[in-house]
Nanobody, 127 residues
Framework: QLQLVESGGGLVQPGGSLRLSCAAS????????IAWFRQAPGKEREGVSC????????NYADSVKGRFTISRDNAKNTVYLQMNSLKPEDTADYYC????????????????????WGQGTQVTVSS
C-alpha cells in the first residue's frame, strides 16, 4: 500500500522553528515530485513548497520564501520541510504529496499535480 506519513508538527512560539518530515512506505519517492501543502481552518489548501526528483530544483510560495526550506533524501525515502521564523499565520495542517507532473522540469504547486497524499501534521504557532 502506497503511503506517505508526515511528522514533526507541534506547538511553537512565533519566531521558532520546526522540521517536518514526510516518509514514504510501499513505494520509493525516487522519481516523484514532492510538495508540501497546508490548510488553515476556514481557508483553502495552498501549496507551500515543492521539490523535483533529484532535489536540484525547488519552488516556494511567496509567503514562505526565505523562511522555509524543502529538501529530500532519496536514500531515506524522506522529504523534509525546515520551517524557520514561524509566524502565527503559518498555523495549519501540513500535508505532503507525491506526483509525477512537472512543468519544464520544475515541480508545480497546484494540488492537481499530486496523486498520493499523507494524512497531515498539525502546526500551531502561538505564544
Amino acid at each position: 500500500q502506497l503511503q506517505l506519513v508526515e511528522s514533526g508538527g507541534g506547538l511553537v512560539q512565533p519566531g521558532g522553528s520546526l522540521r517536518l518530515s514526510c516518509a514514504a512506505s510501499g513505494f520509493t519517492l525516487d522519481g516523484y515530485y514532492i510538495a508540501w501543502f497546508r490548510q488553515a481552518p476556514g481557508k483553502e489548501r495552498e501549496g507551500v513548497s515543492c521539490i523535483n526528483t533529484t532535489g536540484g530544483r525547488t519552488n516556494y510560495a511567496d509567503s514562505v520564501k526565505g523562511r522555509f526550506t524543502i529538501s529530500r533524501d532519496n536514500a531515506k525515502n524522506t522529504v523534509y520541510l525546515q520551517m524557520n521564523s514561524l509566524k502565527p499565520e503559518d498555523t495549519a495542517d501540513y500535508y505532503c504529496a507525491a506526483g509525477r507532473q512537472q512543468l519544464f522540469g520544475r515541480c508545480v504547486l497546484g494540488d492537481a499535480a499530486y496523486t498520493n497524499w499523507g494524512q497531515g501534521t498539525q502546526v500551531t504557532v502561538s505564544s
